[in-house]
């Protein structure tokens, strides 16, 4: 039981924090065509930021981002925010990683975190697991598990993120 409760609040204290906002901690990671990414330049971007950890193994993730999927463009146009979708596949499952993001047709970017480093960091136990980045960088909320229409409220937060506006 002291095993547990130390991991989990490894885990709770391992974001960055600055004041008392939490940022993005650099991790070295690998997209789908094997191209290394520092999660470091997630904070580039200057646009809102959703961060999505999955699995292949995960129907309510899978269902998540493909319903992200389907409206994607429209939140691009309108709120310019850039996903990033987070696999925690194992290095057993990552070879499935690739055939299913193309063949589902995803557009953004994916990347491997297999030994679970990024994971970790983010204090992730359960997937799906989102967080939501404001545009200087700062984690602003997060939110786990998925159902029907959870990607409406993610998409009205995200639209308050692109107008400069605070979060509830």
Same mark, same amino acid.
């Given at each position: 039981?002291?095993?547990? #409760?130390?991991?989990? =609040?490894? /885990?709770? !204290?391992?974001? !960055? !924090?600055?004041?008392?906002?939490?940022?993005?901690?650099?991790?070295?990671?690998?997209?789908?065509?094997?191209?290394? =990414?520092?999660?470091?330049?997630?904070? %580039?971007?200057?646009?809102?930021?959703?961060?999505? =950890?999955?699995?292949?193994?995960?129907?309510?993730?899978?269902?998540?981002?493909?319903?992200?999927?389907?409206?994607?463009?429209?939140?691009?146009?309108? !709120?310019?925010?850039?996903?990033? /979708?987070?696999?925690?596949?194992?290095?057993?499952?990552?070879?499935?990683?690739?055939?299913?993001? &193309?063949?589902?047709?995803?557009?953004?970017?994916?990347?491997?975190?297999?030994?679970?480093?990024?994971?970790?960091?983010?204090?992730?136990? %359960?997937?799906?697991?989102? =967080?939501?980045? &404001?545009?200087?960088?700062?984690?602003?909320?997060?939110?786990?598990?998925?159902?029907?229409?959870?990607? #409406?409220?993610?998409?009205? *937060?995200?639209?308050?993120?692109? *107008?400069?506006?605070?979060?509830?």
């Amino acid at each position: 039981m002291k095993k547990l #409760i130390l991991i989990a =609040f490894a /885990a709770v !204290t391992a974001l !960055t !924090t600055v004041g008392q906002t939490r940022t993005i901690p650099s991790i070295e990671l690998q997209d789908i065509d094997g191209n290394s =990414f520092n999660t470091s330049e997630i904070l %580039n971007e200057g646009k809102p930021i959703l961060i999505n =950890f999955w699995a292949t193994w995960c129907s309510p993730c899978k269902r998540e981002l493909n319903n992200i999927a389907e409206v994607y463009d429209d939140w691009v146009e309108e !709120t310019g925010v850039v996903v990033y /979708a987070i696999s925690i596949d194992d290095a057993r499952n990552a070879p499935k990683v690739k055939p299913y993001v &193309d063949g589902v047709a995803w557009d953004y970017t994916v990347l491997l975190d297999v030994n679970s480093d990024f994971r970790r960091q983010m204090g992730v136990v %359960n997937v799906p697991h989102s =967080f939501l980045v &404001d545009k200087n960088g700062k984690i602003v909320h997060q939110h786990t598990s998925y159902q029907e229409g959870d990607e #409406i409220e993610l998409y009205e *937060k995200i639209k308050k993120l692109s *107008k400069g506006e605070t979060l509830d």
